[in-house]
């Protein structure tokens, strides 16, 4: 019963925002995030269900940052691992300093160490670094956890990490120490679809597309972050990226990469720093400062010339 009601009472609504310029418990810089009631639903469907979120969709969707969305509004930690081609499974959980504790033990050996110092090699724990996963489930509060891009790492670090994702818990090898979560925590997962992943993992997953933002989704993310800028202007940006972006997409049939929502951020701070009177001329004509969205030559020479058909 105790269980049940500890888990109704952490609910996301997407609704509570940071101010701008705000951050986060680890110092990192906060912005708005508007999610849609799908996609909140399926957050709270994973706190419930303690079950991992594993969130695919186009690079720069706001699949990363929804777990930052999330760790503020409920007001918990957020521990991020950030996955690269030579992730292993084991480095979320912990890292034993093998030869350090060989090191010392020679030390030791030759009396060159204090009574202190002999007893903590004594102690096997010492020489393990705890990863981002561990310290999770060592937390007293439930953390929000992060595993960012797992479609990086190599095909086996899915199942490497299926009895901690399903039972919560492992074992330090070295020590024979079991780790047990001592809160669920709420664990969503990004992939931008680089590698299927294997059957057994996805089982243990609930699963959510994040679509890229409407226009009117577009405005209203624009209209959060930059709250004194000209309606006009976001309107106006916000039609040209949104038609350049359904260009590129008929003319590469959505095979290679289209502008992102990070683009259209930088690309709106560029267009800030002018006149809005010469700004509005410009998005009517050449596609203007075309190096913060397009990041290929065949894509300068294809859309450098595109007009607005807004």
């Not at 019963?1 to 109704?8: F, G, I, K, N």
């Not at 993992?201 to 004194?228: D, S």
Request: hydrophobic share 40%; net charge neutral.
């Amino acid at each position: 019963m105790v269980e049940a009601l500890s888990r109704q009472s952490l609910e996301y609504t997407g609704k509570v925002q940071p101010q701008l310029g705000e951050r986060d418990k680890n110092g990192q810089l906060l912005y708005p995030y508007l999610p849609s009631p799908e996609l909140v639903e399926a957050v709270n469907l994973a706190i419930y269900l303690e079950r991992p979120l594993l969130l695919k969709g186009e690079p720069g969707c706001g699949k990363t940052l929804l777990a930052s969305a999330v760790a503020y509004e409920l007001d918990l930690k957020l521990e991020p691992w950030y996955i690269k081609s030579t992730s292993r499974a084991r480095d979320g959980l912990y890292t034993y300093d093998a030869v350090g504790r060989l090191r010392d033990a020679q030390l030791a050996a030759s009396g060159r160490l204090t009574t202190e110092q002999i007893q903590r090699i004594d102690n096997p724990i010492t020489y393990v670094k705890w990863g981002p996963l561990a310290r999770a489930f060592q937390s007293e509060q439930r953390t929000v956890m992060l595993i960012d891009e797992i479609d990086k790492a190599d095909i086996d670090f899915p199942n490497d990490l299926l009895l901690e994702l399903d039972q919560k818990r492992f074992i330090v090898e070295e020590t024979g120490q079991e780790i047990q979560a001592k809160a669920a925590p709420i664990v969503l997962i990004t992939s931008n679809d680089e590698k299927d992943l294997p059957d057994a993992f996805l089982r243990r997953c609930l699963f959510h597309y994040v679509e890229f933002p409407t226009r009117e989704r577009l405005i209203q993310i624009m209209n959060a972050l930059f709250p004194k800028a000209s309606q006009v202007l976001i309107n106006q940006a916000v039609e040209r990226f949104v038609a350049l972006r359904e260009e590129m997409k008929k003319n590469q049939g959505g095979a290679s990469k289209k502008i992102s929502t990070s683009e259209l951020i930088d690309w709106f701070k560029v267009l800030r720093r002018y006149p809005e009177d010469e700004i509005l001329a410009k998005l009517n004509g050449k596609l203007p400062y075309p190096g913060v969205l397009l990041k290929s030559y065949e894509d300068h020479i294809r859309y450098l010339k595109l007009k607005n058909n807004g």
